[in-house]
């Protein structure tokens, strides 16, 4: 069983920076793929970004490249996601997502995820 607990959002204007980050219980963090999603009011949840158990290649939503960065640290079973050049469409309640046990490589669909945070709440004002 994985717990994730996010933190970090919060309000900003348009062109500043967050940083979120994941908490993740449990041992061997290393075997899940991990994810951020977010979901605006009236849309459906994407997949912002993922990252595999190495955090090699990691995958960026077309909407968020070059401005998110996702990264993981294996010792400390944290994943962040720092976000740089926040524009209003990037508000939305961000999740955490980690695969379950021994998937280390994920697609951006929110099925193949097992585990997921409460959430926290970005606001990008313009």
């Known amino acids: 069983q994985v717990q994730l607990v996010e933190s970090g959002g919060g309000l900003v204007q348009t062109g500043g920076s967050l940083r979120l980050s994941c908490a993740a219980s449990?041992?061997?963090?290393?075997?899940?793929?991990m994810a951020w999603f977010r979901q605006a009011p009236g849309k459906e949840r994407e997949c912002v970004s993922r990252i595999s158990w190495n955090g090699v290649r990691p995958y960026y939503a077309d909407s968020v490249k070059g401005r998110f960065t996702i990264s993981r640290d294996n010792a400390k079973n944290t994943v962040d996601l720092q976000m740089n050049s926040l524009k209003p469409d990037d508000t939305a309640v961000y999740f955490c997502a980690a695969g379950a046990y021994g998937r280390i490589a994920l697609t951006s669909s929110a099925h193949e995820y097992t585990y997921w945070g409460q959430g926290t709440q970005v606001i990008v004002s313009s």
């Open positions: 449990g041992r061997d963090f290393s075997m899940h793929a």
